[in-house]
């Protein structure tokens, strides 16, 4: 049994440049994201790029180039981007890569109905273990499954890539051809937090109590926050991804998942995006529980949590709760991700507080982001209907439950104080306030 999957690896075994030899015009690939981005596979695509016509490339965010997304690739590969990172933005912006807007947790359904037929899966795995056992390592999130649909899949194979736990191993005979590499995986390193962010941070913990499991989405915000919990009990986790500012909560034993119901002593993800430090606390570390996106996001699953808190973070609100994300105006920014997600699975977790945590103005103080309108072709993530908590520096608007007048009047309370005075007019402008009910700063 040993033997078979090492004679298959050795067969499967070939260069990068082999490897992409099989990809044809017109072929969709899917490219594992964050930072297990497959750069070699990619720098060998590139390699092609003269004699290819209309390659389809999606994927949700990655580290490194995506140079196949730059002008002079146009005509051999067209970008989708499933959520849009900062190296394919000005793509999408301009027109030559596309945008998909979609709940995270419905993208792997895409591929397993054929909504969204994959030729090929590029990624990277950790080396196979006595039994022939691949971990996808940093990120599961909806590789696994992508790879279990696509026609063909090439790995990397990296010794750098940890050993992940949970659902996260693809076997040797899974694979069609590996390309053994050895670089140092693609990092994402934080930014210390602003004054700014740690007040919104010291807001945000305030609503979290002991018990809490979290999600948190990505920025110096979640990190912040989690500074901020060290005098917690029992904290879980149960998020699409984290980064490294869990693990000083871990080593002091805050965070536990001792008091999740649905995995007692584990903590749930999908992928990590963070630092080589990171890379090797989650190496073969069985308190991680790594599942495919489809699991971790579903908003059922999310709300058998107790407790469950979601964290995550918006580009502009308007009077009412509506929150935008994923665009500024009609430029599209990032994306949908989580967001919705785990707002309502925290919604209907027992005890559960979805949170939308943002600076309350952007470009050094001359934008409100509390704005009496999204500008014109903003993109709603979450509806008002679904949101709850919006936190700023100034303050927590607890918008559940509550009319346009009553949310109105929480907003403009946590708005920047420069921007209160036009808020106000425009919420006597549009009705949702009226004279007698002047709202008190
Ligand atoms: N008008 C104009 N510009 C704005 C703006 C507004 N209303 N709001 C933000 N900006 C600018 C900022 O000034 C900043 O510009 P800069 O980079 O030149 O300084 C830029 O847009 C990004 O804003 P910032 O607040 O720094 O973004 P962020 O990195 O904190 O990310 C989101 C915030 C909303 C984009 C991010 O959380 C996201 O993509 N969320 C959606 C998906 C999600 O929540 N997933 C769940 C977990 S991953």
């Known amino acids: 049994m040993m033997m078979d999957w090492m004679n298959d690896y050795t067969a499967k075994r070939t260069t990068a440049a082999d490897a992409v030899r099989a990809v044809r015009s ?3 690939i899917y490219i594992q994201p964050s930072c297990a981005t497959p750069e070699d596979l990619v720098r060998a695509l590139l390699g092609r790029a003269r ?24 005509g051999a590969f067209r970008v989708v981007a499933l959520f849009i990172g900062d190296n394919v933005r000005d ?14 947790h419905e993208i792997e359904g895409l591929f397993e109905s054929g909504e969204c037929l994959l030729d090929f899966v590029f990624l990277q795995v950790s080396p196979p273990d006595k039994f022939g056992y691949m971990s996808l390592g940093v990120g599961v999130d909806c590789t696994l499954t992508a790879a279990r649909q696509a026609r063909y899949v090439i790995a990397e194979v990296n010794p750098n890539m940890p050993r992940t736990l949970g659902q996260s191993f693809l076997h040797v005979s899974e694979i069609d051809k590996i390309v053994e590499v050895n670089h140092p995986l693609p990092e994402l390193h934080g930014e210390p937090a602003s004054p700014v962010q740690v007040r919104i941070a010291k807001h945000v913990a305030s609503l979290i109590p002991d018990e809490a499991t979290l999600q948190l989405g990505i920025g110096a915000v979640p990190d912040a926050v989690l500074q901020c919990l060290t005098n917690h009990c ?138 009496p309108m999204l500008d014109p072709g903003a993109g709603v993530v979450t509806s008002r209907a679904d949101v709850h908590y919006v936190v700023t520096e100034h303050g927590i608007a607890y918008l559940h439950g509550k009319t346009l007048r009553q949310r109105a009047e929480a907003l403009i309370r ?15 402008e549009f009705h949702y306030l009226r004279p007698s009910l002047v709202p008190v700063h």
């Open 26 to 28: 017109g072929d969709r």
């Open 51 to 74: 004699e290819l016509r209309d390659v389809e490339i999606i994927h949700m965010k990655t580290l490194g180039g995506a140079d196949y997304s730059h002008p002079e690739y146009e």
């Open 91 to 104: 793509a999408v912006i301009d027109g030559r890569a596309e945008y998909m807007p979609i709940f995270l």
């Open 234 to 371: 029992n904290l879980g986790l149960h998020t699409e991804m984290f980064s490294d500012g869990v693990i000083p909560l871990i080593e002091k034993g805050v965070m536990t998942g001792a008091a999740n119901p649905l995995h007692p002593g584990k903590l749930v993800a999908g992928f990590v995006l963070g630092t080589r430090h990171l890379f090797d606390f989650i190496d073969d570390n069985p308190l991680f529980e790594f599942r495919p996106i489809k699991y971790v996001n579903d908003p059922f699953v999310i709300s058998q949590n107790r407790r469950m808190v979601a964290i995550n973070s918006a580009l502009q609100v308007d009077l009412t709760g509506q929150v935008c994300s994923d665009s500024i105006g009609t430029k599209p920014y990032s994306g949908f991700g989580g967001q919705v997600d785990f707002i309502r699975g925290a919604a209907h977790s027992e005890g559960g507080k979805p949170i939308i945590a943002l600076p309350s103005t952007a470009r050094r103080g001359t934008i409100s982001r509390i704005a």
């Open 414 to 428: 946590i708005a920047d104080p420069a921007f209160r005075e036009e808020l106000t007019r425009s919420a006597y």
